[in-house]
């Protein structure tokens, strides 16, 4: 599976160039609208291919994503896996009850995070060290909260609660408790 | 005129609040409070900022989410609702060329919502209470965390506000539908099935088409205003219902939070808040951008039908796209992520980029145009939602959601860029335009000083949603704080482009005040001198 940093790249590149295209397209309007002799009449033909491209784009951005980020099918489909692993984790009084202290995975599995509130609306996010987001999902009280994800790269990651629930929540921080190694055991 | 001069009569003593009558000064009044509230969100923000890059011991953790508690309902209902109440109040009647139905109605619209808003801010300013706008469940009834009486007070604020908001309901639908004294009856279920789309429907499968009786922007107010009954009804009956839990906490009962069910209550909630952000703003800016390019340009608005149409899909739209907010509740059942959540939110990409189209083709249609103050803002305000729309179209995606909720993405280039840039950008145009006809010919203190509004305010806040979104790639959450300084360089760009903000609202006020001087300012809260409900003096 492509790693999340691929399609946050990717969708930077993506939406920087939009947003350049954009500004300078209105630019060049504001320039526009204030000269020429008199006023001409956009052609309907060019509204209504514009309309055509918009629902184009609109329909094809969701079909694109679920083809490309590896995530999305697996996600949605997650009963129809069988995970290597299983990790259940608690969260009541904004604290994480881990299964064990470090939870190992090996290189390529796919690992089921099952994850439950007894209080509070939380959230789950795993983080690499440099702070940037692998993924994450709420963890909603009375409802089963669980990921599927595969780790096709190795490291150690913290598990951070995404999910805004009082002050006490910024706190909610379990710091290098995931470990990714390959097969011969060694972190890279 | 020196400036002691100027600052309490006004630019040229052009501004002489005798000469107002009841329906300039209530529509002024709006606009006061509503800019009034803006600085304290400027403020708000600035503040939050500041906390978030170095800790200040001047606000507590405690304090720094209260603020982020009252921050968004202050802009929104505060800032927002009371500027846009001012300017639709006004202009519906005179679009109609009919008087308001209630004046003394819309004063009191008024008094709700700047009492209410004060009434939350301060609560939670005391209190701390801070379950935040989104109020999971249950913790706004987490009495471990949150005082029961701030929160009791926070949401009996909210609840008049509501009240206000439904004063203005009432008063919209009965200007369109009354029947003036005196004047030949109104058929009135025929002008509100104009207003809500009814009759163009109908038009559809008629041979003879039958004309419509209300104009667009009438039409864009009106189907703003549904979504805005819904929410006030779905924010009234969530605040009562919090406001039970709370009153039996006061009694000594615990209620047991778990008799509701979390996931429904989010999604109730996000269905009647999302008819805010993804039905009424953007109806409403639809709405005032046509207006704005007609009354600028003097033409007709290009493809005048398919607009109108397209308000009513938006309307549509707008009550079935709540599941874009429940992307990552691995609970939320898949085929309303994909479908709500996903396909009908596409949607507003067509609808919304169907107004910024048809916007910039009537303007195009009256070249060469005077770079005039409305329309600079006007087409700041386009930008704006051009820029944070497809924001919004990508994290609203089942695979992108999975790496961009609650990050500060979601925050920075569509939220903060929508309201800032695109919706405030709109609201100044209006105010620029409506200033010489809502003060009977006053200026503006300086050209140079709306000019400098302008470039502070646009930079500011693309500048801001750009590096808090760089933040959110980055992986840095949005209602969270990072105690060692981990984004500390996104955050002090931020800040930087806040303070463009800060300072394009300041001299934006000092060239108002400047405008109609303190004498003025003082004068628009005096009862009118000119009595009647004529909109403008005879």
Redesign the interface.
């Known amino acids: 599976m492509v790693d999340?940093t691929v399609?946050?790249y990717g969708?930077?590149l993506a939406?920087t160039f939009?947003?350049i295209v954009?500004?300078l397209l209105?630019a060049w309007?504001?320039y526009?609208?204030?000269?020429?002799?008199?006023?001409?009449?956009?052609k309907?033909a060019i509204?209504y291919t514009?309309?055509a491209f918009?629902?184009v784009?609109?329909?094809s951005?969701?079909i694109i994503?679920?083809n490309?980020?590896p995530?999305?099918e697996m996600?949605?489909n997650r009963s129809n896996y069988n995970p290597d692993k299983t990790f259940v984790i608690t969260m009541q009084d904004h604290k994480f009850t881990l299964p064990s202290s470090k939870m190992i995975i090996d290189l390529n599995d796919k690992v089921l995070f099952d994850v439950k509130s007894n209080?509070?609306?939380y959230?789950f996010?795993l983080?690499?060290n440099?702070?940037?987001?692998?993924?994450?999902?709420?963890v909603?009280?009375?409802?089963?909260?669980?990921?599927l994800w595969q780790f096709k790269k190795p490291g150690v990651y913290t598990i951070?609660s995404?999910?805004?629930?009082?002050?006490?929540?910024?706190f909610m921080i379990e710091k290098d408790v995931v470990e990714v190694v390959d097969h011969s055991g060694i972190i890279k | 005129m020196s400036f002691i001069k100027t600052l309490i009569s006004g630019e040229e003593g052009l501004f002489n609040g005798d000469t107002l009558t009841s329906m300039q000064k209530m529509t002024l009044r709006f606009v006061v409070v509503g800019l009034i509230f803006y600085g304290f969100v400027v403020i708000e923000g600035m503040l939050m900022r500041i906390f978030e890059v170095t800790p200040v011991p001047f606000i507590s953790?405690?304090q720094?989410?209260a603020i982020m508690t009252a921050h968004p309902l202050v802009g929104i209902f505060g800032s927002t609702y009371s500027i846009v109440f001012g300017a639709f109040l006004f202009l519906v009647p005179f679009l109609m060329k009919k008087p308001l139905w209630s004046i003394k109605m819309a004063k009191w619209n008024l008094v709700f919502v700047a009492v209410g808003t004060l009434t939350f801010w301060t609560a939670g300013f005391i209190s701390h209470y801070?379950?935040?706008y989104?109020l999971?469940?249950?913790?706004p009834a987490?009495f471990n965390?949150?005082s029961v009486w701030g929160g009791t007070f926070f949401i009996i604020g909210i609840a008049l506000v509501m009240v206000g908001s439904t004063l203005f309901i009432i008063n919209i639908f009965k200007t369109i539908t009354y029947t003036p004294e005196g004047w030949e009856k109104q058929p009135a279920g025929a002008l509100l099935g104009s207003a809500l789309g009814i009759g163009g429907f109908k038009n559809l499968f008629r041979k003879n088409k039958i004309e419509h009786l209300v104009s667009l922007p009438v039409a864009a107010i009106a189907r703003g205003t549904v979504d805005m009954a819904f929410n006030t009804g779905i924010i009234l009956f969530t605040g009562v219902l919090i406001l039970i839990y709370m009153v039996a906490s006061i009694l000594g009962f615990d209620l047991k939070t778990?008799a509701i069910?979390?996931?429904l209550y989010?999604n109730w909630f996000w269905w009647g808040l999302d008819l805010i952000a993804d039905g009424l703003v953007l109806i409403f800016v639809a709405g005032t951008w046509y207006l704005l390019a007609t009354l600028i340009?003097g033409?007709k608005l290009?493809?005048q039908n398919?607009a109108r149409a397209a308000l009513l899909v938006e309307l549509v739209v707008s009550w079935t796209v709540w599941s874009h907010h429940?992307l990552?509740?691995?609970?939320q059942p898949?085929i309303l992520?994909?479908l709500s959540g996903?396909?009908v939110t596409?949607?507003e990409?067509?609808t919304q980029?169907?107004a910024f189209?048809?916007t910039?083709?009537t303007?195009?249609?009256?070249?060469?145009?005077?770079?005039t103050n409305p329309?600079?803002f006007l087409?700041g305000g386009?930008?704006g939602f051009?820029?944070a729309v497809?924001?919004g179209?990508?994290q609203a995606?089942?695979?992108?959601n999975?790496?961009l909720?609650?990050?500060q993405w979601v925050i920075g280039?569509h939220v903060h860029v929508a309201i800032l840039v695109g919706l405030t950008m709109t609201l100044y145009s209006a105010i620029y335009f409506l200033f010489p006809i809502l003060t009977n010919g006053a200026k503006m203190h300086s050209q140079k000083l709306v000019d400098i509004h302008f470039w502070c305010h646009l930079i500011g806040g693309i500048g801001m949603g750009?590096f808090m979104?760089m933040a959110g790639?980055?992986?840095?959450?949005r209602?969270?704080?990072?105690?060692n300084g981990?984004?500390n360089t996104y955050m002090i760009l931020a800040a930087i482009s806040g303070t463009l903000l800060l300072i394009g609202f300041l001299v934006f006020f000092y060239n108002i005040v400047m405008g109609v001087g303190i004498k003025g300012v003082i004068d628009i809260f005096l009862p009118a001198k000119v009595k009647g409900k004529n909109l403008l003096p005879e």
């Open positions: 999340s399609v946050i969708q930077t939406y939009y947003c954009l500004i209105m309007f504001a526009k609208v204030t000269r020429g002799d008199k006023g001409t009449f956009v309907p509204f514009f309309v918009l629902t784009l609109g329909v951005l969701h994503t679920f490309t980020i995530w999305a996600d949605l209080d509070l609306t959230g996010g983080f690499r440099d702070n940037t987001m692998m993924f994450q999902m709420q909603v009280p009375g409802h089963r909260n669980d990921i951070r995404t999910e805004y629930s009082g002050p006490k929540g910024v | 953790q405690p720094f989410f801070a379950p935040l989104t999971y469940w249950p913790l987490d965390q949150f778990t069910d979390a996931l989010k340009t033409k290009f493809m398919i429940l990552s509740d691995q609970a898949g992520k994909v996903e396909m596409a949607f990409l067509i980029g169907l189209f048809i910039l083709a303007l195009w249609s009256a070249r060469p145009l005077k770079m329309l600079k087409l386009l930008l051009a820029l497809p924001a179209i990508m995606d089942v695979g992108l999975r790496i909720h609650n990050t280039p750009a979104g790639l980055n992986g840095m959450l209602r969270s704080l990072y105690v981990e984004f």
